[in-house]
């Protein structure tokens, strides 16, 4: 066993320390990547070291590098070498985190855990919840507690039941509210402000409007952080509004939720402590591996009297006193002890290394930001929030389609070079460029690199244009 896992932390460890050298992603058409690894279960076994050398050549190479300091597309997770240990503990001694009884310890990491996230987003003393796979699962267990909550057992009612959510709010919130047996017509689709924010008068009204119709308001999320720009919604006037009109409101902070760690977001997030339940992604600004997203909820009683069922056969390990069964709390009993992976690496680091990876990636964006402004040739769609910019070329010759068609080009072009990732996305139908700052590996180089490689796609897609180098 020791020879075995000698090679994989060789691997790992030799891949972490040479990211740089490696193209940001690389991928290989479906038809090759199954031709690779194609073959028929053996019969018999195969040496261990010949099965490393296959995965080394036909696997390990085609795909993103998310902890690459030039991934800044999408939203990227770059875990620590602790957290990937303590992932590696949890399977090695494969915990089954779902009833007290047979996983004590395991499950006391994860009170834990879920305590320093309560005091982190500011949420009062009872509040608790459980690890999920990602921001998605715990949305949908919000989702469901919310719906039995509002209607219990009278699946009748769903028919009249609505959810709100900004138009900036993530597709996670419209699939699990249908998942949740909540019609598509139902899910409202919320303006946002000039600055992409939730627009609460427009919530109002439509609440309004949907309870004069004879429905039944379910849910309200808002956004501590969209993904889009990293916009954060009005907090305290969403949570106000949902106090005087009695209805859920959850909190979709799995972008943005941890940057609460410093001391000047904690203070743009005022409200989300307000919250009936939250929605937290460890795996991507606490830096642990995929797949560990969370959920608090402020009366972890409403989980257990939509979750909980207790068969015959497992009347052994009910849940009693003080314990806490977490398969009651979720879907899940079956279910992998993820608070490992988040103890180790925050009891290695520390939260002050931690806050400080965090605040440099926000300067980093503002420092991209800034290279936007001062560049003639591109525009600044949305400025650095939470690690976000959204910006674009500008080219005064094109009408609108031509110029969302040009800065698709750039974008693919850029992507194709693979010594950058940076994705798109559409504001105010305008298609855009997307920065996302998020790894502790990231420096400016990279950040000079972006503009550089957008201004170079441009060059030669628009030839004879003079344009400017970047400056730094």
């Not at 609440?207 to 952080?225: C, N, Q, T």
């Not at 080009?409 to 194709?416: G, L, P, S, T, Y």
């Amino acid at each position: 066993m020791r020879a075995l896992g000698a090679q994989v932390v060789d691997v790992v460890a030799t891949h972490l320390a040479t990211l740089r050298d490696q193209p940001v992603t690389q991928a290989l058409p479906r038809r090759e990547a199954e031709a690779r690894v194609a073959m028929a279960p053996p019969e018999q076994g195969t040496p261990f070291d010949a099965i490393m050398d296959e995965l080394r050549a036909h696997v390990i190479p085609y795909h993103a590098r998310e902890p690459h300091p030039g991934f800044l597309g999408y939203i990227p997770s770059c875990p620590t070498f602790p957290a990937v240990l303590g992932d590696w503990l949890a399977t090695g001694f494969n915990f089954f985190a779902g009833v007290w009884p047979v996983a004590s310890g395991p499950n006391a990491l994860e009170l834990l855990v879920l305590s320093w996230f309560r005091d982190w987003i500011g949420m009062p003393p009872g509040t608790s919840g459980l690890l999920t796979a990602g921001g998605s699962q715990a949305t949908l267990t919000a989702m469901l507690a919310a719906r039995h909550h509002v209607i219990g057992d009278d699946a009748a009612r769903l028919a009249g039941c609505t959810v709100y959510v900004s138009d900036q709010g993530h597709s996670s919130v419209a699939r699990a509210a249908w998942i949740a047996g909540v019609p598509r017509a139902n899910v409202r689709a919320i303006a946002t402000d000039a600055a992409l924010r939730l627009d609460v008068a427009a919530l109002a009204a439509q609440l309004r409007h949907d309870r004069e119709a004879g429905l039944a308001p379910m849910m309200v999320v808002a956004s501590a952080g969209t993904t889009n720009t990293g916009a954060i919604d009005p907090l305290a006037d969403v949570a106000a509004l949902c106090e005087r009109e009695s209805i859920w409101l959850h909190v979709d902070a799995a972008y943005g939720g941890f940057a609460m760690l410093a001391p000047d977001v904690r203070a743009r997030m005022a409200g989300i402590e307000r919250a009936d339940s939250v929605t937290l992604d460890p795996h991507k600004w606490l830096f642990v591996p995929f797949e560990c997203g969370g959920l608090l909820v402020r009366d972890p009683d409403r989980l257990t009297a939509f979750f909980r069922v207790t068969p015959e056969y497992l009347r052994d390990v009910e849940a009693a006193d003080r314990d806490v069964n977490f398969a009651d709390y979720g879907e899940q009993l079956t279910r992998y002890a993820r608070a490992l992976k988040v103890w180790l690496s925050v009891r290695y680091f520390g939260v002050a290394a931690i806050r400080a990876a965090i605040e440099e990636a926000m300067r980093l964006a503002r420092v991209a930001e800034s290279l936007v402004r001062a560049e003639p040739s591109l525009e600044l769609l949305s400025p650095a929030q939470l690690g976000i910019v959204c910006f674009r070329v500008r080219e005064p010759s094109l009408d609108a389609t031509a110029l969302d068609a040009l800065n698709e080009a750039i974008n693919a072009r850029v992507n194709a070079n693979a010594r950058v990732l940076i994705s798109s996305t559409r504001l105010r139908g305008r298609f855009s460029l997307r920065l996302c700052v998020l790894g502790y590996r990231t420096t400016e180089a990279e950040i000079a690199l972006v503009i550089r490689e957008v201004l170079d796609a441009y060059r030669s897609s628009r030839p004879g244009i003079g344009i400017s180098s970047p400056r730094t």
